[in-house]
């Protein structure tokens, strides 16, 4: 299923002569129509669709994807359709959750052009769109064909974006065991490792927890670790506050806070606290939260989708590669750790 660089657009090149699809659909944003569609037009026939939406976290919602249906419909989509998914993790989100609802399910592969979208939106099968204030309220879950991972999508991004891909691959080192947490360490202290291979190992860590729990039964809950609270710090400062930070950035901090979590539910020792948090802090700039803010994110906690009779469940740290599932948190705590979180000084040592 995941093939990369020159071979896997290769790969493509021949899964479309194998299956010879009826149409072929390529949903782009502004920003991979003008810089990524150029690289495959040598691997596609030319007679493709081009469907186009603005970039940006908050298109992914369902008027973009009514109208992601209605030019399938214009332009005589049917189901032997292939749709081509090129860009970040929202077109991959939003263009895996039309292909498979519109006309109950077409073939669909994924081309992220991000580095988030590389290492774990394109991952899993997992499409969606936002609602009301909630991330990835409404979706499916449902995998592509193939997905295509191209380290030359990587140059046409800035900096912040790949940082906010770095956040997961920092998250997999976490969850995965202490070998991987240091790879990234090093490689982020000194760039001499072969970023490419460091993609291809966050591919293998997510891949192999999604092969043993594809719908989230379990283990693959351990994906989520961060994300509670990151998801509810990205819906806030977003679409409440108005001051847009990226997915990775956000879950970064969710991190932050998960270990002070960990920490005070007695998992996790506060000397790994303070060296997971500095290493954090070194790539992601902190946020200071109000008390004002601290309570619309808790607010926002309803909407998350691992709640169980409305409390917040968390996945967190015994260790670093330790995980544990089905954690419940009392608003207390969760406050306790943004007050925590805001004492941190620029190095990330508690002041």
């Given at each position: 299923?995941?093939?990369y660089?020159?071979?896997?657009?290769?790969v493509l090149?021949?899964?479309?002569?194998?299956?010879?699809?009826?149409?072929?659909?390529?949903?782009?944003?502004?920003?991979?129509?003008?810089?990524?569609?150029?690289?495959?037009?040598?691997?596609?026939?030319?007679?493709?669709?081009?469907?186009?939406?603005?970039?940006?976290?908050s298109?992914?919602?369902?008027?973009?994807?009514?109208?992601?249906?209605?030019?399938?419909?214009?332009?005589?989509?049917?189901?032997?359709?292939?749709m081509?998914?090129?860009?970040?993790?929202?077109?991959?989100d939003?263009?895996?959750?039309?292909a498979?609802t519109?006309?109950?399910?077409?073939?669909?592969?994924?081309?992220?052009?991000?580095?988030?979208?590389?290492?774990?939106?394109?991952?899993?099968?997992?499409?969606?769109?936002?609602?009301?204030e909630?991330?990835?309220?409404?979706g499916?879950?449902?995998?592509p064909?193939?997905?295509?991972?191209?380290?030359d999508?990587?140059?046409?991004l800035?900096?912040?974006?790949?940082?906010?891909?770095?956040?997961?691959?920092?998250?997999?080192?976490?969850?995965?065991?202490?070998?991987y947490?240091?790879?990234?360490?090093?490689?982020?202290?000194?760039?001499?490792?072969?970023?490419?291979?460091?993609?291809?190992?966050s591919?293998?860590i997510?891949?192999?927890?999604?092969?043993?729990?594809?719908?989230?039964?379990?283990l693959?809950k351990?994906?989520n670790?961060g994300h509670?609270l990151?998801?509810a710090?990205?819906?806030?400062?977003?679409?409440?506050?108005?001051s847009p930070?990226?997915?990775?950035?956000?879950?970064?901090?969710?991190?932050?806070?998960s270990?002070?979590?960990s920490?005070?539910?007695?998992?996790l020792?506060?000397?790994?606290?303070?060296?997971?948090n500095?290493?954090?802090?070194?790539?992601?700039?902190l946020?200071?939260?109000t008390?004002?803010?601290?309570?619309?994110?808790?607010?926002?906690?309803?909407?998350?989708?691992?709640n169980?009779?409305?409390?917040?469940?968390f996945i967190?740290?015994?260790?670093?590669?330790?995980?544990?599932?089905?954690?419940s948190?009392?608003?207390?705590?969760?406050i306790?750790?943004?007050?925590?979180?805001?004492?941190?000084?620029?190095?990330?040592?508690?002041?």
């Amino acid at each position: 299923m995941y093939h990369y660089n020159q071979e896997g657009l290769q790969v493509l090149h021949n899964y479309i002569l194998d299956t010879n699809p009826s149409k072929i659909v390529v949903l782009t944003d502004n920003h991979t129509q003008k810089l990524c569609l150029p690289k495959i037009l040598p691997y596609i026939p030319d007679n493709f669709v081009n469907i186009n939406i603005p970039p940006g976290e908050s298109y992914k919602q369902i008027d973009t994807l009514q109208s992601i249906w209605k030019q399938l419909i214009v332009n005589d989509a049917d189901r032997s359709t292939l749709m081509l998914n090129l860009g970040g993790g929202v077109i991959t989100d939003i263009g895996g959750f039309a292909a498979s609802t519109f006309k109950r399910g077409i073939d669909f592969i994924h081309i992220p052009t991000t580095l988030l979208a590389m290492v774990d939106a394109a991952i899993g099968g997992k499409n969606g769109i936002n609602f009301l204030e909630g991330k990835n309220q409404i979706g499916t879950i449902n995998s592509p064909e193939l997905i295509i991972i191209n380290d030359d999508f990587l140059t046409t991004l800035p900096q912040r974006q790949i940082d906010s891909g770095i956040a997961e691959m920092l998250k997999h080192g976490l969850i995965s065991g202490k070998e991987y947490w240091q790879k990234m360490l090093h490689y982020l202290a000194h760039k001499d490792t072969i970023f490419s291979q460091l993609i291809k190992n966050s591919v293998q860590i997510k891949n192999k927890i999604i092969n043993e729990d594809p719908y989230e039964k379990g283990l693959r809950k351990v994906l989520n670790f961060g994300h509670t609270l990151g998801h509810a710090i990205e819906s806030y400062l977003n679409y409440v506050k108005k001051s847009p930070i990226t997915h990775g950035h956000a879950v970064s901090l969710g991190m932050i806070l998960s270990v002070y979590i960990s920490n005070k539910k007695g998992f996790l020792k506060f000397t790994t606290v303070t060296d997971i948090n500095t290493s954090i802090k070194k790539h992601f700039p902190l946020i200071p939260f109000t008390d004002k803010d601290i309570s619309h994110i808790l607010k926002l906690l309803t909407f998350d989708k691992k709640n169980k009779n409305g409390i917040p469940q968390f996945i967190l740290l015994k260790d670093i590669g330790s995980p544990i599932l089905d954690q419940s948190v009392s608003k207390e705590i969760i406050i306790a750790s943004f007050k925590a979180y805001n004492t941190l000084s620029d190095n990330g040592q508690q002041k």
